[in-house]
């Protein structure tokens, strides 16, 4: 009988066109990872926690999936998975788990990191934050920032084509903070819509800018008035961690 398991990954987003398989390219996070899996005689299908968009990093995605029967042992297979997977996908965790176990459903809260700077920009950072032109208040983005928290019909912080039946969600946090010359915009919440994170820190570097004030942030958080569709650059973006 296979077994499950859950694997957590860190990836490089920069090199592939999102995490989530699709019909156009298989250069995608679980597209490499499923070609990696069919050469050690693994046939099933990762599910992971939620999808990244093309150019969103990871520090700790989860999937699940099931092992056959003649791989029971879990660091043979990691290290055949980290001697075959590209050097931007990495393997942080692979453990037993519990035949139920869903890495989408199951997950209660996951965080996200936006990391944006005000220094000069460099082409060897230039695939893994944001660099804005307008300097940054922290104190002003952090109040921008903490609008979010609660729960909220997002409607007006989502991508179109969003396939779900209603856009409640909970932010429980939502602040920002400085570590080393970087502004940190710190996301957790029970789950988020397409493109959700990337329109806020959007509206969050408005702000700072001060092409939208707090007023109107407040509106469109509140569904009185759209005020800005925009997406913050994908490279900014990190998945950091899933809670169960």
């Known amino acids: 009988m296979p077994r499950r398991v859950k694997l957590t990954l860190s990836y490089n ?9 699709q019909s156009h390219t298989d250069n995608t ?3 490499t990872l499923e070609k990696v899996l069919r050469r050690l005689g693994i046939d099933a299908d990762p599910v992971a926690s939620g999808r990244t968009d093309a150019g969103v990093h990871a520090f700790r995605q989860v999937l699940h999936l099931d092992l056959p029967p003649h791989w029971d042992d879990l ?17 942080r965790r692979i453990e ?15 965080v996200y990191r936006y990391l944006v700077t005000d220094r ?29 928290e609660g729960e909220h019909d997002f409607e ?13 969600r909970t932010v429980y946090r939502a602040f920002a903070y400085r570590h080393r010359g970087v ?5 957790e919440a029970n789950a988020y819509l397409r493109s959700q994170i990337r329109m ?45």
């Open 120 to 148: 000069s920009a460099n082409p060897f950072e230039a695939e893994l934050m944001t660099f804005s032109q307008t300097p940054l208040d922290l104190k002003r983005i952090d109040e921008a920032m903490r609008c979010f």
């Open 75 to 91: 660091k043979k297979l990691r290290r055949a998975l980290e001697h075959q997977l590209p050097l931007s996908v990495r393997v």
């Open 200 to 244: 806020m820190a959007d509206a969050v570097l408005k702000v700072n800018a001060g092409e939208m004030s707090l007023k109107e942030l407040r509106e469109q958080i509140e569904r009185r008035k759209r005020h800005t569709t925009d997406l913050a650059p994908a490279a900014g973006l990190y998945l950091s961690k899933v809670i169960y």
């Open 183 to 187: 502004v940190v915009l710190y996301f």
């Open 13 to 21: 987003g920069s090199r592939f066109a999102g995490l989530q398989r």
């Open 156 to 168: 007006y912080f989502k991508k179109t084509g969003s396939d779900v039946k209603h856009y409640v």
């Open 29 to 31: 996070v679980i597209g």
């Open 96 to 110: 037993w788990t519990a035949d139920d176990f869903h890495a989408r459903f199951d997950a209660r809260r996951r």
